[in-house]
């Protein structure tokens, strides 16, 4: 199929004088999925509940499968959207079994009940038809929401917050399991997440998004290694900063010349993630272990230096440096780093 | 439970006394089989149409965007304020023959008085009830996210409420049909003075008549054998009903009041506003208006004009009699409800830590008792001692506005956040400090409401009290009742108008505290960021 198959062009939605959503574009291709994520209150559920219908939006248009279904003086109903939602809360329906739940948008002119045992199939319900929601786990029931919003067929599935109500451990193998068979269905889908690490592991792109407005659009990769702001910086993954100046790809920084992507001159600073940098005990080193976090693998450092700021460095948990040692630190790196000029 | 079990039991006691041949001979008249036919025909046609109008009254306000929706939902409980007799009186004073609506354009309703006019004004005071239950089960049940998820697997707005939400309402609706015609086979005011006129007898006014007027033992019998018929045709609804509906009933979750469902067509809301206002107008408001207008006008049959206005009537009914009953009406009123929330609250206290589910059942069983049935069988029971006293009375209100008092009560108590107790015994308080410092507080609207009901039921309470009444032991509502039986019409409204505003005075100004007393709770007690943000959005959207 060619063309975005979900298309929002400056969407502008406003709740009494707070604006939740703020000239919003985004172009979602056929089969890809694209993970919203953002501190609470962004607006990514609004953005959400515009493209289903369920909000009004202020101005703007959304696009769905080729047809307007909001803009000027345009609102369809969100019947008649061609989507599917999976609710952060699942809403299944209490009062009808799983194949009832499933059908429950299958138009009637299909074979409803063998759509639905084909989507079962799908996600690997295949015998629970005749259960009802409260006779099942709760990975069995984001199945069934899942399995109900792919059911009729919609040209973008919305899915929001669908795990958070699902504790650590099985919220990593649901997850992965929902991304399994949205690819196996090929639908296009828009997750919205406030968990960063699942943003990055679940969307083809990853759309970072604070006070209404996306800040980045990108490859999980990307908006990693290279982000464009120092909000994206840290809210995806921890980072520090250290001031410097640039001349041209270099910078001058406590830490020695450090290289990075974008040229420039003048007063800077320089992400660094805790992985990029390492500490090693040396009694004339211009950095002090103020504390460690132990977290499995790895032992996270929390080091001020000399200058005043204050860095985290990880070390394999079989060389832990202890609090209050006197170390040097030391960029590991593969690649340059992103610089943010000072204002 | 000797307020109850005893009296019920001596009622069983007598008629089995009596034997058998008897109480065939009276249950085989076809005086008695008429009312057993009438009583139960106009509590299932009440039933049949209080329901749904009390559903689609629920459905149409659920929608934020109705306009004055605050003001509907309290408007459309009116006619629970209003005494059911008053409203039945009421009336027939607006669209019976020389009434209202034929002094102004001419037009009379034939069949106000007689079982037509019964099943109108039952229809309108049951409503509200059904509209209660309909509401409490919409919020508890049907969220809005499960509409949502509708809509959005393409079913429309009419398809929605077909396949969600009344099958989601089903159990709520059910309870409503239940208790809609217990209330209907049980209420004895309205068929007394709208069907007794014109020959339509129901069980309860039957019995009324019999303890009333006839002497002759045998009619004594005769009541006792039907309040025992009138309980078995309760028992035979409300048992079935009780063990099939309250397990489904009781796992209703509770409702996030995260946004506001669907908006709709402007117009469809107008449409709901209009036909909420046109219905009560039509149920109230012009009733109401044709008994202040008859209280007020010189003579019956003269146009409702400003030159034949008087407060004579209004001064007329104004005698010792009257104050005198008024001060036993709020008396015992007070005392009744006073007596009940402060049991009923040690109670549920109680049922909490041990008997669990037994006095619940109990308190229920009593709502469900017939007010008819329980001043017959206490009248046998402690009649020699009490008869015709005000003790008599109380006992009766006691016994019977129980479950009133008992379940806000136990409810408030379900949602107290037991967290929060423990948290205080944590801080260093006992059990007493912390009931009192953290439990109290959250519970007050609970036993203020709870109060509230007692004492306006208990005031405007006229079944039970017109059999137990005696010389000197009227209440205000038996004294309308007795009025209205001897003809007199203005009087009769001026004292019916007297008894509404009586309702209104206190009911308004505990009801603004109730309001005002109900906590906010952190709406997240769950520490989840989103549903925090959902939560905002809806408050900032409305």
């Known amino acids: 199929m060619s063309g975005p198959v979900l298309v929002l062009d400056q969407v502008t939605k406003r709740f009494r004088t707070v604006a939740a959503l703020e000239a919003v574009d985004l172009q979602v291709g056929h089969g890809e999925l694209v993970a919203i994520v953002g501190p609470s209150g962004c607006g990514k559920s609004t953005m959400l509940r515009s493209v289903a219908g369920l909000t009004t939006i202020d101005s703007g248009r959304i696009v769905v499968g080729g047809r307007d279904v909001a803009g000027p003086g345009v609102f369809i109903p969100p019947e008649e959207r061609h989507i599917g939602v999976v609710f952060q809360d699942l809403a299944l329906f209490p009062h009808l079994d799983v194949a009832g739940n499933v059908a429950f948008g299958v138009p009637r002119g299909e074979r409803r009940s063998s759509r639905a045992r084909e989507v079962l199939d799908l996600v690997g319900l295949t015998g629970l038809e005749s259960r009802y929601p409260h006779e099942l786990s709760g990975g069995e029931q984001q199945r069934v929401a899942l399995a109900r919003a792919l059911a009729p067929r919609p040209d973008v599935v919305l899915l929001d917050e669908p795990f958070s109500h699902l504790d650590r451990n099985l919220r990593m193998e649901v997850r992965d399991h929902t991304i399994e068979v949205l690819r196996a269905a090929a639908a296009t889908g828009v997750f919205v997440t406030h968990d960063q690490e699942e943003a990055m592991a679940v969307g083809d792109r990853v759309a970072v998004m604070r006070s209404g407005r996306f800040e980045q659009v990108a490859a999980p990769e990307t908006v990693f290694h290279a982000p464009v702001s120092r909000f994206v910086a840290t809210f995806l993954g921890e980072a520090d900063f250290v001031a410097g100046t640039r001349f041209g790809t270099r910078v001058d920084t406590v830490l020695g010349q450090l290289p990075v992507t974008s040229a420039g001159t003048g007063r800077c600073e320089v992400m660094l993630r805790p992985h990029e940098l390492t500490i090693d005990e040396d009694a004339d080193g211009d950095g002090i272990v103020e504390r460690t976090d132990f977290r499995g693998a790895v032992v996270m450092h929390h080091v001020t230096l000399s200058e005043g700021s204050r860095i985290r460095a990880q070390r394999p948990h079989t060389e832990p440096v202890k609090a209050g040692t006197r170390v040097r630190v030391r960029p590991v790196l593969t690649h340059p780093l992103v610089a943010f000029a000072v204002p | ?542």
């Open chain 2, 1 to 542: 439970m000797v307020l109850v079990v005893l009296p019920v039991a001596r009622l069983v006691e007598i008629v089995v006394r009596e034997g058998a041949g008897t109480s065939k001979l009276i249950l085989s008249s076809p005086e008695v089989r008429t009312a057993a036919v009438n009583s139960v025909g106009l509590s299932v046609a009440v039933m049949l149409l209080a329901v749904p109008l009390g559903t689609a009254m629920a459905v149409g306000l659920r929608h934020s965007d109705v306009p004055g929706r605050a003001f509907w939902r309290v408007a459309v409980l009116l006619p629970v304020v209003v005494p059911e007799f008053v409203l039945g009186y009421s009336w027939t004073q607006a669209y019976g023959r020389a009434g209202f609506t034929d002094a102004l354009v001419g037009v009379h309703w034939q069949g106000v008085l007689g079982p037509g006019g019964v099943l109108a004004v039952l229809v309108a005071s049951t409503a509200p009830v059904a509209y209660l239950l309909a509401a409490v089960g919409l919020a508890a049940r049907a969220e809005p996210d499960l509409e949502r998820a509708a809509r959005a697997s393409g079913a429309s707005g009419t398809t929605v409420l077909r396949t969600v939400t009344l099958p989601l309402l089903r159990p709520s609706l059910a309870a409503a049909s239940v208790l809609v015609f217990v209330l209907s086979l049980q209420s004895f005011a309205v068929p007394q003075v709208m069907g007794a006129p014109a020959g339509f007898t129901t069980l309860t006014t039957k019995i009324y008549a019999d303890l009333s007027f006839a002497s002759d033992p045998l009619s004594f019998v005769e009541a006792v054998a039907l309040a025992l018929v009138l309980v078995l045709l309760t028992a035979a609804v409300v048992a079935p009903a009780d063990a099939t509906l309250s397990p489904r009933l009781r796992v209703t979750r509770v409702a996030e009041p995260a946004g506001a469902p669907f908006s709709r067509r402007p117009s469809a809301s107008r449409w709901v506003a209009a036909g909420l206002g046109s219905y009560l107008v039509v149920a109230v408001g012009l009733p109401l208006l044709a008994l202040l207008s008859a209280a007020l006008t010189r003579a019956v049959g003269l146009p409702p004009r400003p030159s034949n206005w008087t407060l004579d009537n209004f001064c007329l009914v104004i005698d010792q009699r009257s104050i005198e009953a008024l001060g036993r009406s709020v008396g015992l009123a007070v005392l009744a409800a006073s007596v009940l929330v402060v049991i009923g609250g040690c109670v549920a206290l109680l049922e909490h830590r041990r008997f669990g589910r037994g006095v619940a059942t109990m308190s229920i069983l009593t709502l469900a008792l017939p007010g008819s049935t329980l001043a017959v069988a206490l009248l046998i029971t402690y009649g020699r001692w009490l008869a015709g006293s005000l003790v008599l009375i109380l006992v009766a209100y006691l016994a019977k506005l129980w479950a009133l008092a008992h379940r806000p009560i136990t409810g408030a108590l379900d949602r107290l956040v037991p967290e929060e107790l423990y948290a205080a015994r944590a801080s260093g308080a006992t059990r007493l400090t912390a009931a009192r410092t953290v439990a109290l507080r959250p519970m007050a609207p609970a036993l203020l409401g709870a109060w509230l009901v007692c004492f306006l039921t208990a005031l405007h309470e006229v079944t039970m009290s017109s059999l137990l009444y005696g010389p000197g032991s009227e209440t205000l509502a038996v004294i309308v009742l007795n009025s209205q039986e001897l003809g007199r019409i203005g009087p009769t409204a001026a004292l019916s108008v007297l008894l509404t505003l009586l309702m209104a005075v206190p009911a308004l100004p505990l009801w603004v505290l109730s309001r005002r007393l109900r906590l906010r709770r952190p709406a997240d007690t769950v520490p989840d960021p989103t549903r925090r943000e959902n939560a905002q959005h809806a408050r900032a959207r409305g």
